[in-house]
Structure formats: structure tokens, C-alpha cells
């Protein structure tokens, strides 16, 4: 109820559906998270803030079992911001759990 007030007061802010986002995965919905972390990655001004949501969006994926959603995330979210180093440790970690190795080995290296 709080956040749809917000959201009506202020439509186009991007943070907030973030925060929003984030904290719905915080209380273990992240169903319910995906839709403001998708809009948040297409309409943020911000390449930090794209990217950010992008790495929820990979993290979601990889909770939900789909691991070629999580893997795309984290790809669009290292592309938005290249020294996001959450993106690329989740990455490196999915390539890992899928025994792509050597892809997970360079990107720890990162």
C-alpha cells in the first residue's frame, strides 16, 4: 500500500522501485521483485543503477533455477557498468555451478 502511494507520487523514480525490488527478495518473494528490478534495468538514466538491478535480476534467476535468464542478467549487468564486482562474482559463480570452468576461472581473475 505504502510503496503504490510512492510509486503514484513519484512515477518515474527508479530508485525507488529498487529499493522496492530489493526488498521483496529481501522477504523471500523474488516473484514478486522481478517485475521493478525489469523496469528499473530498462528506464534507469543511471549505468550503476541499470547495472545493479541487473545483478538482482541475475540473482533472482539463479534462485528461480533458470540459470540462462541468471547468466544474461549478470552479462547485461557487468555490460551497463564493467567494474560491477557483484555481477562478476555471481557470474563466475554460476559458470562454476554449470562446470564452465575455465570461463568461471577468468572471471575471478577479474
Known amino acids: 500500500k505504502y510503496w503504490n502511494r510512492a510509486l503514484s507520487l513519484h512515477p518515474g523514480n527508479q530508485q ?23 523496469q528499473v534495468s530498462k528506464e534507469a538514466e ?4 541499470r547495472s545493479q538491478a541487473f545483478t538482482l535480476r541475475g540473482y533472482t534467476g539463479v534462485v528461480m533455477g533458470a540459470s540462462g535468464e541468471a547468466e544474461k542478467a ?8 564493467p567494474s560491477n564486482l ?13 562446470e564452465r570452468f ?9
Open 16 to 38: 525507488l522501485r529498487y529499493e522496492i525490488g530489493l526488498a521483496y527478495l529481501r522477504s523471500g518473494s523474488p516473484e514478486e521483485a522481478i517485475p521493478f528490478l525489469d
Open 74 to 81: 549478470y552479462q547485461s549487468a557487468i555490460e551497463a557498468w
Open 102 to 110: 575455465e570461463e568461471s576461472r577468468e572471471l575471478f581473475k577479474q
Open 46 to 49: 543511471e549505468a550503476t543503477l
Open 86 to 98: 557483484m555481477a562478476i562474482k555471481g557470474l563466475a559463480h554460476l559458470m562454476s555451478d554449470l
